[in-house]
């Protein structure tokens, strides 16, 4: 179905944020009032829900809406829940939040969920799915899904960010043992750890295979490591883990050495703040809390039609509300003033051609882009090679005409296999 070259010539020439020798730990945010937790399940009217306004909750606790439902969350305080109601992400898939209401009294071992936590996949499947850094237990523990290779993300995969290898320089001990106890438990042996080869650090990562990676922009995506340093090219329509390949954060494995050696679920994230001036801030952060609580504590005030970017900003997304929560997969939010934000344009395409000069997989995005705005789903992936796009985003990055192309990329993707799915 592809059948051009996979990768192009030209090179982007953007670059990746080295860490600083200098690193101050990272500022504690205080638990907030109010905490929200989002469970990608969605709300049945003509089920029972297992969970009511008014309950009250211990730290650690397992939360699902209905006895057969597929997902959970981990409650991070003990205290009461306050509500729970639909949302929906940033491609309308319905889902649910559910607001807990801290008791700061509770504070015992009898307040806390204990654990005994087992090497064992599907226990942590079952356990340890929510924690800081999402593991990714769900797909470890998939009996369809036959994993030889973990690589563990050391090296961040989008420019300004750091917080990966804060993360392996601050944790490194920790992050190691993480990585031996992931290893008993999957029996995996291939396991690498990517990481900037400019990077100064003194830290041991043991045994663990350090793959160098280019400070060249967009060197660290999944991708691209595979093809770099695993000397396989990802086809077309395909993931990492179905060519048998899982990419981990570093944090995650850091918080399963700490559920180990604490006998209970932790949910302090690291997290990067660049705030309107790009003045970068390191902190810590209860899963669950509000940007605005973070926002609040650094002083960052938030005006109508300012921008609040989850990710980086070649593979962010924004969100329009300050109340968005820290969730177990975010590294860095950015924030940007309403008068420098960069307007997007509904501007046909003048083929100047940037975009398949810089694309890293040979795209043509210039006509991929017509039939993704003509809702051609099927057309683009067929002809124009859609589900090769390894989602860096320096299409959109250089457009001239400042059409939001990595947007429309991702959409298609989406709405493509929601087709396929239906048929």
Do not use: W
Not at 152 to 159: K, M, P, Q, R
Not at 304 to 325: K, Q, V
Not at 347 to 352: G, K, R, Y
Not at 372 to 391: P, T
């Amino acid at each position: 179905m592809i059948k051009r070259s996979f990768f192009a010539l030209s090179k982007p020439k953007l670059t990746y944020d080295l860490l600083g020798s200098d690193q101050k730990a990272p500022e504690a945010i205080p638990v907030p009032g109010s905490l929200t937790l989002l469970l990608p399940e969605t709300i049945d009217s003509t089920k029972q829900a297992l969970i009511t306004q008014g309950d009250a909750v211990k730290k650690g606790e397992k939360l699902k809406l209905y006895e057969d439902g597929t997902d959970y969350v981990l409650s991070p305080v003990a205290g009461t829940i306050r509500g729970f109601d639909s949302y929906s992400d940033d491609f309308g898939n319905t889902a649910t939040y559910i607001l807990i209401k801290p008791d700061p009294s509770k504070t015992g071992e009898e307040d806390t969920v204990g654990l005994e936590p087992e090497e064992d996949l599907d226990f942590a499947n079952a356990n340890l799915r929510h924690l800081p850094g999402a593991l990714p237990f769900a797909t470890l523990a998939d009996e369809n899904t036959s994993i030889n290779t973990v690589i563990i993300a050391g090296a961040d995969t989008d420019v300004l960010s750091d917080t990966c290898q804060f993360v392996c320089t601050a944790y490194a001990d920790e992050m190691v043992e993480g990585t031996r106890i992931l290893k008993r438990m999957t029996q995996v042996s291939r396991i690498f750890l990517t990481l900037p080869e400019k990077l100064q650090t003194q830290a041991n990562f043991g045994s663990v295979q350090i793959l160098k990676t280019d400070e060249t922009y967009p060197s660290t995506l999944p991708a691209m490591i595979m093809k770099d340093h695993l000397g396989t090219e990802l086809p077309a329509g395909k993931t990492p883990e179905d060519m048998g390949v899982c990419f981990i954060r570093a944090e995650a494995l850091v918080s399963l050495a700490r559920v180990f050696k604490t006998k209970a679920p932790v949910f302090e994230k690291v997290v990067t703040l660049i705030d309107k001036g790009g003045n970068k801030q390191r902190l810590t952060a209860t899963l669950g809390t509000p940007l605005s609580k973070i926002f609040a504590r650094f002083n960052v005030h938030i005006n109508d039609s300012d921008r609040i970017i989850i990710g980086g900003p070649m593979r962010g997304f924004a969100t329009y509300t300050p109340h968005h929560p820290v969730v177990p997969d975010m590294d860095m939010i950015i924030v940007q003033d309403r008068d420098t934000v960069t307007e997007l344009s509904n501007t046909p395409c003048v083929n100047c051609g940037e975009c398949i000069r810089i694309c890293p997989a040979n795209i043509p995005v210039n006509l991929l882009v017509r039939f993704l705005e003509a809702d051609e789903y099927e057309e683009a992936a067929d002809k124009y090679d859609l589900q090769s796009c390894i989602e860096c985003g320096l299409c959109a990055f250089v457009c001239k005409a400042r059409i939001p192309l990595y947007q429309y990329i991702r959409l298609g993707k989406h709405e493509l296999l929601a087709l396929r799915a239906d048929a």
